[in-house]
């Protein structure tokens, strides 16, 4: 069975960096074309794809904000971390990380989300 | 880069049938994937490649995708199936993942 877990602070402070981690069990990120990625959504909003990292190392930035993130991976502890520079409240979200299993493909499955709210 | 149109709200009586579309350009060369998400939870794929179902999810979901749209199908509506519907697409051009703005269905 595979699961992804979120962690991390549920709450930030304005211009601070925010670091999320994902934890996941039933796959390896040392399997060809494998990725994690990263969603978020505002409260009553869409849905944004932040990041992925894939099982060779490459990664990928959604071009409004490849500035701000950074994505890296720790295999041996089944981790991938993202983390996001120069927080605001338009940052407010639930935060999503998610495997996808086809090189470029669908999400599937994902984690519950965690809730992050920045404010002063 | 890749831009994708969903109607924003669908209503639908139960056992009915709802079509959700997902616009796009030449989104029939594109594999589009579809997610549902219930209030308070994370999405769920329920269609992906266009056609293919995950185990466990009804037959009631059936997908298609040509020319500039791509549609997900729930036959014989039930109240469960209320929720918002996310398409998305990986764009090969630039290598990135794109979601449309979701459809809320609900069941009258």
């Known amino acids: 069975q595979i699961t992804l877990r979120e962690s991390g602070p549920t709450l930030v402070k304005p211009t601070q960096t925010l670091t999320l981690t994902c934890s996941f069990s039933?796959?390896?990120?040392?399997?060809?074309?494998?990725?994690v990625g990263w969603i978020r959504q505002p409260p009553g909003q869409a849905l944004e794809w932040l990041a992925l990292?894939?099982?060779?190392?490459?990664?990928r930035y959604s071009p409004s904000l490849k500035n701000r993130l950074s994505i890296s991976k720790d295999t041996s502890r089944n981790r991938v971390v993202l983390t996001m520079t120069n927080m605001d409240s338009v940052d407010t979200a639930t935060y999503f990380c998610a495997r996808d299993g086809g090189l470029g493909t669908w999400f599937d499955p994902w984690g519950l989300g965690t809730l992050v709210v920045v404010s002063s | 880069s890749y831009v994708l149109t969903q109607p924003p709200s669908v209503s639908v009586a139960p056992g009915q049938t709802a079509r959700i579309t997902c616009g796009g350009n030449n989104i029939g060369s594109q594999s589009v994937h579809w997610y549902q998400q219930k209030p308070g939870q994370a999405p769920v794929v329920v269609v992906y490649v266009d056609t293919s179902r995950p185990s466990g999810i009804p037959e009631r979901f059936s997908g298609s995708n040509s020319g500039n749209t791509a549609t997900l199908t729930i036959s014989r509506v039930e109240a469960g199936d209320e929720a918002d519907y996310w398409c998305q697409v990986y764009d090969t051009h630039t290598d990135h993942y794109v979601f449309g703005p979701g459809t809320k269905v609900t069941v009258l």
């Open positions: 039933g796959f390896s990120l040392e399997s060809t074309g494998v990725g």
């Open positions: 990292i894939y099982w060779n190392d490459d990664k």
